[in-house]
């Protein structure tokens, strides 16, 4: 079993950068790859960005490209998202997932773990 844990999220004005990360407790050594999804009111949950655990290779939705930013410290089982220029579509709750197979993925039934979710608020 992997535990993960979010961290991050709050408040902050349009056009600022926020930092989240997750931290992974457990069976850390069965992850083959970390992501990040969203979720706003009244809509579904939607890929942000993955991150292989061992590679570090990078894949990102479209919507986010250029201002996301997925990194991994192995060392400390943690997985961050940079997120600059945020937008008032931003808002929304961010989770972590961990899944134990290889390979970037974008869909949340191919991740395994999921954690609790931060909530991430831009105001205009």
């Known amino acids: 079993q992997v535990q993960l844990e979010e961290s991050g999220g709050g408040l902050v004005q349009a056009g600022g950068s926020m930092r989240l990360s997750c931290a992974a407790f457990?069976?850390?050594?069965?992850?083959?790859?970390m992501g990040w999804f969203r979720q706003a009111p009244g809509k579904e949950r939607e890929f942000v960005a993955a991150?292989?655990?061992?590679?570090?290779?990078?894949y990102y939705a479209d919507s986010v490209k250029g201002r996301f930013t997925i990194s991994r410290d192995n060392a400390k089982n943690t997985v961050n998202l940079q997120i600059d220029s945020l937008k008032p579509e931003d808002t929304a709750v961010y989770y972590c997932?961990?899944?134990?197979?290889?390979?970037?993925?974008?869909?949340?039934?191919?991740?395994?773990?999921w954690g609790q979710g931060t909530q991430v608020t831009v105001s205009s």
């Open positions: 457990g069976r850390t050594v069965s992850i083959g790859g």
């Open positions: 997932a961990a899944r134990q197979g290889y390979g970037l993925r974008a869909r949340t039934s191919e991740y395994d773990y």
């Open positions: 991150i292989r655990w061992s590679a570090g290779t990078t």
